[in-house]
């Protein structure tokens, strides 16, 4: 239910309160309570939007200085706070100042005033603002949401199972629920209204990181509506649910109420979830099963042949490729499918083939993150699919070796160590051959030979023969790079870079950082 600043003077706590903005802003709907404890308006800074809130203060580290009470309401309208309740007026705040007042109606924010009083108590008058916000404007339990949910989504008279009672519970409240796998797939949705997309609503949830969290929830706007994430285990597998306050009427304490009733209501009614068919696709191409692969296929309504990539992430830091991945894709208007085992993401991207359109996105992935990405572009088809995520599993652990410096490999990368490897393996006179073509830069042994080798190493496989990026990664200046491959090419007798040359050379140094394995 809608709880607005004019509710709170019903309050026993609020009955010599004032408000000293304009009469327009006492409408401004409220969704929770808290104290400023901040000191200066740089404490501010790094604090989180939070829409809808109101604070309570004495302004008692800048009782007299109004320019710091002023920039502290600015860093507060940036965070969403919609009023501030000055207490103890009179004892600290001597005299609320006229320019504090025109500053908070400039940002919006309602200011009140709550004189200095024996009978006043901040921990009763937070307690008091807490119910309403909980409970509703009767501060009764009867009027709240979870209360008529629950009258609703335990209906076993109305309802024979789980999805007809949340479905209920969701029209006759007004909000929406979806049930998502780990891979954030939806396998149960309560769709009352379409203000925004579920795959919009996922982009949100992963740049929150709500996968990290295991308990509580996290609140973000998604296109003006409300919505609540959170984890949960079924059956023993972890999933996410998502509860969207259609007309965002209701107060935070209010929807987390909500979701924990439908989390206990999944037990209740023993509800096991669909099959995440999307995941179990791409497990059947990751495993080669395409038998199986073709099955799920037209249950889930997908065109093989628009598949324009396959993918495997090895995460640096929790999410973040993903996250960048679905936030490309939304914007692109192209699906990605995805399967999680062992902290490997697989997937697929899906769409009508543009020029270009998954090199930029790979290109984003290896200058935005710190994960390893391996990927073929141009798939079209299951066994096209299968084969591909076949060479991925081959050789990803042997590309990392031989380009341990990539964070993005292509199927010509590998491709590459799929050829060095079998040549390593294989030895004999070939192996031999390339192997040979480095033996002049050992001629010296030593630190300086040693750091040829490592020079050209970095060189040719890590940096695509760009001196500037090879100076970055070994932390060197670039005139070393380039005085050092001076050095190599006349030891060698040829220059690295050349059309003839560069292949043997990298294929020599492949092996040999693969023999360090």
Not at 51 to 68: C, H, K, P, Q, Y
Not at 240 to 249: A, S
Not at 351 to 374: F, P, Q, W
Request: net charge neutral; charged share 25%.
């Amino acid at each position: 239910m809608k709880i607005t600043v004019e509710n709170c003077f019903s309050l026993p706590s609020f009955k010599d309160a004032k408000v000293l903005t304009s009469d327009r802003l006492a409408n401004r709907d409220i969704k929770r309570v808290s104290v400023l404890e901040a000191t200066s308006p740089e404490d501010m800074r790094e604090i989180k939007k939070s829409e809808g809130m109101v604070l309570i203060t004495g302004f008692f580290s800048m009782r007299d200085d109004v320019n710091r009470q002023c920039q502290m309401v600015n860093e507060l309208s940036r965070l969403g706070v919609v009023a501030i309740v000055v207490v103890r007026v009179g004892e600290i705040v001597k005299k609320i100042d006229q320019k504090l007042i025109d500053c908070c109606e400039n940002n919006n924010i309602i200011l009140i005033s709550i004189g200095s009083s024996k009978d006043f108590d901040k921990s009763v008058l937070i307690d008091e603002m807490t119910k309403l916000l909980y409970y509703g404007d009767s501060l009764s339990i009867g009027a709240g949401l979870a209360t008529n949910a629950t009258l609703e989504i335990l209906n076993f008279t109305k309802y024979d199972n789980f999805e007809e009672a949340v479905k209920g519970a969701a029209i006759e409240n007004d909000f929406q629920f979806v049930l998502f796998s780990k891979e954030f797939n939806p396998v149960l949705v309560v769709e009352t209204q379409q203000i925004t997309t579920i795959e919009k609503a996922v982009v949100v949830a992963k740049e929150m990181a709500v996968e990290s969290r295991e308990n509580g929830y996290s609140t973000a706007e998604v296109d003006g509506i409300h919505t609540y994430w959170g984890s949960i285990q079924v059956q023993g597998e972890k999933h996410y649910i998502l509860i969207v306050d259609n007309k965002n009427k209701y107060t935070v304490d209010e929807m987390m109420r909500l979701a924990d009733l439908v989390k206990v209501s999944m037990g209740v009614w023993g509800y096991q979830p669909a099959i995440d068919k999307k995941a179990e696709f791409i497990r059947s191409l990751q495993k080669g099963h395409s038998k199986k692969a073709h099955i799920l296929s037209k249950e889930i309504d997908f065109e093989p042949d628009k598949i324009l990539s396959v993918f495997l992430i090895k995460e640096g830091n929790e999410g973040e490729s993903q996250t960048l991945i679905d936030r490309y894709c939304e914007n692109m208007g192209i699906a990605v499918l995805k399967f999680i085992e062992n902290n490997n993401v697989y997937g697929v991207l899906v769409g009508e083939s543009k020029d270009g359109i998954c090199t930029d996105l790979y290109r984003l992935l290896r200058s935005n993150t710190n994960s390893v990405v391996a990927h073929v572009i141009g798939v079209g088809g299951i066994q096209n699919a299968i084969e591909s995520f076949s060479l991925i599993n081959e050789i990803m652990p042997y590309a990392i070796v031989v380009f341990s410096k990539k964070r993005t490999l292509s199927k010509y990368d590998l491709t590459f160590v799929r050829n060095a490897r079998k040549l390593f393996v294989g030895g004999g006179p070939i192996k031999k051959n390339y192997i040979d073509f480095l033996e002049p830069l050992k001629i010296n042994s030593g630190a300086k030979a040693q750091g040829l080798i490592d020079t050209l190493e970095v060189f040719m496989l890590d940096s695509d023969m760009n001196m500037k990026k090879t100076a970055e990664i070994m932390n060197i200046h670039s005139n070393t790079v380039q005085y050092r491959l001076k050095k190599i090419n006349s030891l060698l007798g040829a220059d690295v870079v050349s059309k003839r040359v560069a292949p043997g050379i990298s294929m020599a140094l492949a092996i040999t950082r693969l023999e360090k394995m």
